[in-house]
């Protein structure tokens, strides 16, 4: 059932995110990045106590915000940003953008082996999206850092 103390499915770590309206976010989640909705607890009032989705092979938990119980919903949009590694990030970049994100950043070609953008939901939260496109190593990665640190700004 467990390994230790870890259920079955579950990693160590699994993002649990308070929303305003969490039923909205986890149809933008299955129209956006293919979410895969698992279960659901309601209250007696129809909002979403608990839920599990899974994007991949990561679980997310999702709540509405309870604040009797302590859950609150972040009050900065863009304070968490989940990270998504996918096959073909600009269909996932524009699919997620269908279905109602706003752009931060086109995917681009970036120094540290990945195609990468990002996307923020209208729930409060950035994803970063990726597609890891070669292997670079830490050092090969700090080298391109101050490069382009160093590199005169381009309007």
């Given at each position: ?54 994007i991949g092979d990561s679980p997310i938990w ?62 409060g939260h950035r994803w970063s999206l990726a ?25």
């Amino acid at each position: 059932m467990t390994k230790n103390g870890t259920p079955n499915g579950m990693h160590t770590v699994t993002a649990h995110l308070v929303v305003k309206g969490a039923a909205k976010a986890i149809e933008f989640y299955k129209k956006a990045f293919g979410a895969e909705e698992v279960y659901r607890l309601s209250t007696p009032d129809g909002k979403i106590a608990h839920a599990e989705i899974r994007i991949g092979d990561s679980p997310i938990w999702i709540s509405d915000e309870q604040p009797n119980m302590g859950a609150i919903a972040q009050a900065s949009p863009g304070a968490t940003t989940l990270h998504l590694f996918v096959a073909k990030v600009d269909e996932v970049y524009a699919r997620a953008l269908d279905a109602g994100a706003k752009s931060v950043l086109p995917p681009t070609d970036m120094f540290w082996g990945a195609r990468y953008g990002q996307v923020a939901d209208a729930f409060g939260h950035r994803w970063s999206l990726a597609t890891q496109t070669r292997e670079v190593s830490a050092t090969e990665m700090q080298d391109a850092m101050k490069r382009q640190a160093a590199a005169p700004a381009t309007a």
